[in-house]
């Protein structure tokens, strides 16, 4: 891909019509009707008396030339000490296991809703890793979630089901 003659760290996406200088969004001059020209050949027009918009009236242009530099931000490293960076689908699975780890601690007093709500976010958060920032711990949180719900729900269905075999047991069993 050919860079900007003007900003080699940005790939150009128009050439001026008069020069044919490859220019980025940043460099890139329209006339009224439609002209592409770099800033110089820009000046000369608006000269001759044409009307000469500026690089910032066509924000596509400027987005797509700044597409790099907003892909090096991404690139910067994900696993400062004490910094947690994410977006929705990192945070969320964060949420789940913080959600399963709280039903440990709270030993079902009573929430029978806690382990149906972690395993139910952990599996959406676990479907939806692939577009967090970071998708290994995202698959790591959300994995806490289903394996602590899917355990306790599993201990409490068993534990109902034997509460229910008991009281069938003793209906059964009354004179």
């Not at 770099?38 to 009307?51: I, L, R, W, Y």
């Not at 920032?133 to 109902?160: D, M, Y």
């Amino acid at each position: 891909m050919e860079s900007c003659a003007n900003h080699p760290d940005h790939p150009a996406i128009e050439h001026c019509e008069q020069c044919r200088q490859p220019l980025c969004g940043l460099c890139l001059w329209y006339t009224e009707d439609g002209h592409r020209l770099c800033e110089s050949h820009a000046q000369e027009a608006q000269a001759q008396g044409q009307t000469v918009l500026q690089p910032e009236t066509y924000a596509e242009a400027i987005g797509t030339s700044l597409i790099k530099s907003q892909n090096e931000r991404r690139q910067q490293p994900l696993n400062e000490p004490g910094v947690f960076r994410g977006n929705q689908n990192d945070i969320g699975a964060l949420i789940a296991a913080i959600t399963s780890i709280a039903l440990i601690a709270s030993c079902s007093g009573g929430i029978y809703c806690f382990p149906i709500i972690g395993f139910v976010f952990g599996l959406l958060f676990f479907l939806n890793a692939p577009q967090a920032i970071n998708p290994q711990r995202t698959k790591i949180l959300a994995g806490v979630s289903i394996g602590i719900s899917g355990l306790v729900l599993l201990a409490l269905i068993c534990f109902i089901s034997f509460y229910i075999f008991l009281i069938a047991v003793a209906i059964a069993s009354s004179p």
